[in-house]
């Protein structure tokens, strides 16, 4: 869906995305990163269970929330990166205990 | 965090322009001022990223985008402190803030607080706005200026609104292919405008509002009239179908479509504070109820920027700066001197570029069919209501968008009513008969943003709260 203009810099940090190591920009959000890697959506809804694609990127929509570092529920438009960050898209409502 | 006292002069919500400008005149009077803002970086949404953003080519944005620097410079020699990363959830009238960063939640007060929350893009609720592969235009320009991230395929961009053509211009120039613009701009709205017109003419942004669109039309498919809109595809975008006053149904295939029908004032916090909104009739939103300054009715809380009412990045700015004087003019007037440009020369600057707002308020209103959906649309996008469930819920005698959650949970999902709020007011009111004014809104309440109650378990205590819960 996203793609990188080719004249950006692009130093590289690797983090785990649903269990995967990838390399990820230095600098970008979590919800940046994840397009960068070709992942699109990053939750799926809480009723219908429909995957949902981020939409505001700016911290009010809400469609960005993930599980970041075992912590679910968590706005990934809103955290940048940092290494070896453990970043797990996330179905439907937060869990119990995560 | 650890640097945090508890106590400021002044803290300022939001670092826009606005907030910028407010806690830049705040501590240049030597004010002890701090700033908190969500983001990573400073600058809002308008500057977002100046300070950080990876893309070199400084041509892509434009001189309007560049020229938040000194702001950005002014602000960070003004001796402010800075909190980036930091969610405020609550505000109560006695000023006390509750912010988390990192996970760590505090709870500091102030003599006075200026929000300066920005806006965020109205809803557009169309058919199939909920699928991936959909996204607003402000979510595309802000991928592009924080990440250098683009749209890759066939990518259409529909609505209105003058951020709509600033983006097509940008993506134009960062070489990108725009396969088609919709164009949502109501007809009658433009023949309105025109009573606003001589106004605009005077305005800094005619000649380069109609130099970008100019540029943008030679280059991009522009379909103009467009009066219905939906996206459609399985699990992913696939096309968008649509309708002109003059044609039939048409549909376009497509991987990426950004909406936008405007931008509306951010205003969860200030109404959990309990500050006073109205319904603005031509803007078509909730505006907070205040004196020149931006003083609210809530003693030592003001509101400054596009949280105070759409006016644009040099508008907020010069509030940002004249609420930071009232500040100043209250807890240090000795100190006006030494802060900046006075009220006046400020006020002639803030009326200047005010100059042709009304025209573009009415020149870019929003349509009714795409505010106000029928049929099996979602309007909650959270908790999944459509707007037939919300029109047939009136018709039992629901009367009120705070009724409504009771009946539908629309409203109470992950975005707190930030997606929804506007289209079930003006549906209720719609529905009703009556004015959004009487439908009201929904009763924001802290917290703002969500909090882990292992956050609020941390929070420092005092003997007081201590001895409270104590057993003898």
Not at chain 2, 221 to 240: D, F, K, P, Q
Not at chain 2, 322 to 328: C, D, E, M, N, S
């Amino acid at each position: 869906m996203f793609r990188r203009l080719p004249d950006v810099d692009d130093a590289t940090i690797e983090v785990t995305i649903d269990g995967r190591a990838e390399r990820v920009r230095a600098g970008d959000t979590v919800t940046a990163a994840l397009f960068s890697v070709g992942i699109e959506s990053h939750r799926t809804a809480d009723v219908s269970g429909t995957p949902r694609t981020p939409y505001c990127m700016m911290g009010v929509c809400f469609e960005c929330l993930v599980v970041i570092d075992g912590v679910g529920n968590r706005q990934g438009c809103l955290v940048p990166v940092s290494p070896g960050m453990r970043i797990e898209t996330q179905r439907g409502k937060r869990e119990v205990g995560r | 965090m650890r640097d945090l006292r508890d106590t400021y002069d002044v803290a300022v919500v939001g670092a826009g322009p606005a907030g910028l400008a407010a806690a830049a005149n705040c501590a240049r009077a030597g004010l002890m001022t701090v700033l908190f803002d969500e983001q990573a970086s400073l600058g809002g949404q308008i500057y977002r990223a100046i300070t950080a953003t990876p893309v070199k080519r400084d041509t892509i944005f434009g001189a309007d985008y560049w020229s938040g620097a000194k702001l950005v410079r002014d602000f960070l020699a003004s001796g402010a402190q800075y909190v980036p990363s930091a969610t405020v959830w609550s505000l109560t009238r006695e000023r006390e803030i509750g912010v988390s960063v990192a996970g760590l939640a505090r709870i500091v007060r102030a003599e006075q607080v200026i929000l300066a929350t920005g806006a965020l893009e109205r809803p557009f609720p169309a058919p199939g706005w909920t699928l991936p592969g959909v996204m607003t235009v402000g979510a595309a320009q802000i991928l592009l200026k924080s990440s250098g991230l683009v749209p890759r395929g066939r990518t259409v961009l529909a609505g209105c609104g003058p951020l709509l053509w600033l983006l097509a211009w940008q993506y134009l120039n960062a070489g990108l292919c725009i396969d088609a613009i919709l164009d949502t701009t109501p007809r009658l709205s433009r023949a309105m405008a025109i009573r606003h017109a001589p106004d605009f003419v005077l305005s800094p942004y005619l000649a380069k509002g109609l130099r970008l669109l100019l540029t943008v039309r030679r280059r991009v498919r522009v379909i103009g009239n467009v009066v219905e809109l939906r996206i459609e595809g399985r699990t992913h975008v696939e096309s968008v179908v649509y309708r002109t006053t003059a044609g039939t149904e048409q549909r376009l295939p497509v991987d990426t479509v950004f909406l936008h029908q405007g931008i509306v004032p951010n205003v969860n916090l200030a109404m959990a504070v309990g500050i006073e909104h109205h319904w603005d009739e031509m803007q078509l939103c909730w505006t907070p109820v205040l004196d020149a300054a931006g003083n609210s009715g809530i003693p030592g809380i003001a509101v400054a920027g596009d949280g105070a009412g759409i006016a644009g990045a040099e508008a907020a700015q010069a509030r940002g700066e004249i609420a930071g004087l009232a500040a100043v003019k209250t807890l240090r007037p000795g100190a006006l001197g030494r802060v900046g440009p006075d009220e006046t020369t400020v006020r002639a600057r803030l009326k200047r570029v005010m100059r042709g707002r009304a025209f573009l308020d009415a020149y870019y209103q929003p349509m009714s069919q795409f505010r106000r959906p029928i049929g099996n649309t979602i309007v909650c996008r959270c908790e999944e209501v459509t707007a037939r469930q919300i029109i047939d819920t009136v018709a039992l005698g629901c009367d009120g968008p705070n009724q409504m959650k009771a009946f539908l949970r629309c409203g109470m999902g992950a975005c707190q009513g930030r997606l929804c709020g506007l289209t079930v007011t003006e549906l209720i009111a719609h529905a009703r008969g009556v004015a959004p004014q009487a439908t009201g809104y929904y009763r924001i309440r802290p917290p703002v943003k969500p909090i882990t109650v292992a956050e609020l378990a941390q929070l420092p205590k005092n003997e007081s709260a201590l001895r409270s819960v104590a057993r003898s």
